[in-house]
């Protein structure tokens, strides 16, 4: 007697593996260059209050009148936003997944190398996520104010990092370094992930990626040490 199968049923192409992999591997793109583009603003605070707030004005009024008032910043929140939900998503799928499989029975078991980065991605992107919506109540809504209530960015971001509001300046700190490893991380299996990694490749890959991450704890946490020490005041 023959018997048969049900066929399985194919799965969308949208969510395999490789996908979901290409998915964060292009929202990391996009986070990056955010990154380094915001590090490179806040290092406007070096050149005083007009440069700095000059800048933050200048965000707001970026390609008037072809966009409305604060259209731009607009537009890069609504792109942040969207990449930020499809990047945790497909991440959350990649976890579930690795996690099933280290209990299916014919899963052949390597030990893996691991670095303390890429074992500290899930916990580190809560604390950067815990972050940023700290950050957009201090900075972008002015819900949350610390030693005063200011108009100009300049002072409030002057102010937040007194030598008095030392928890602020740890807080930043700890964000700051989560932040660098999981760009760290995500630069590496990025670049893998999209095809520009091979055995000859790697070394420099690897040394891209703490070229970027180390750019971005120095860029982050030169104003607000500067600050914190009264060179900028």
């Known amino acids: ?56 004005a200048g965000l707001r009024t970026l390609l008037y009148p072809y966009l409305p008032h604060e259209g731009f910043l607009w537009i890069q929140r609504v792109v942040l936003v969207v990449a930020l939900v499809v990047h945790v998503a497909a ?10 499989a280290r209990h299916t029975r014919y899963v052949m078991h390597k030990r893996q190398v691991q670095t303390y980065a890429s074992r500290t991605m899930r ?6 996520l815990a972050f940023v919506i700290f950050h957009l109540l201090q900075f972008t809504t002015l819900t949350i104010n610390v030693g005063g209530t200011f108009g100009s960015p300049y002072q409030r971001l002057v102010e937040a990092f007194q030598p008095e509001h030392w928890y602020v300046y740890l807080a930043y700190l700890v964000a700051i370094l989560a932040l660098t490893m999981h760009v ?12 520009a990694s091979n055995r000859r490749r790697q070394r420099a890959i690897n040394l891209a990626a703490y070229a970027v991450a180390a750019v971005l704890l120095v860029g982050f946490m030169a104003p607000p040490t500067a600050i914190l020490l009264g060179f900028v005041n």
């Open 1 to 56: 007697m023959v018997t048969t199968t049900a066929p399985t049923r194919p799965r969308r192409a949208r969510n395999t593996t490789v996908a979901l992999k290409v998915t964060m591997a292009v929202t990391g793109v996009l986070f990056v260059l955010f990154v380094l583009l915001h590090m490179y603003g806040n290092l406007k605070a070096f050149s005083g209050q007009e440069a700095f707030d000059g800048y933050a």
């Open 91 to 100: 991440a959350a799928t990649l976890w579930r997944r690795a996690r099933g």
């Open 123 to 128: 916990w580190g992107g809560l604390i950067i």
């Open 184 to 195: 760290r991380h995500g630069v590496w299996s990025g670049l893998q992930t999209l095809g």
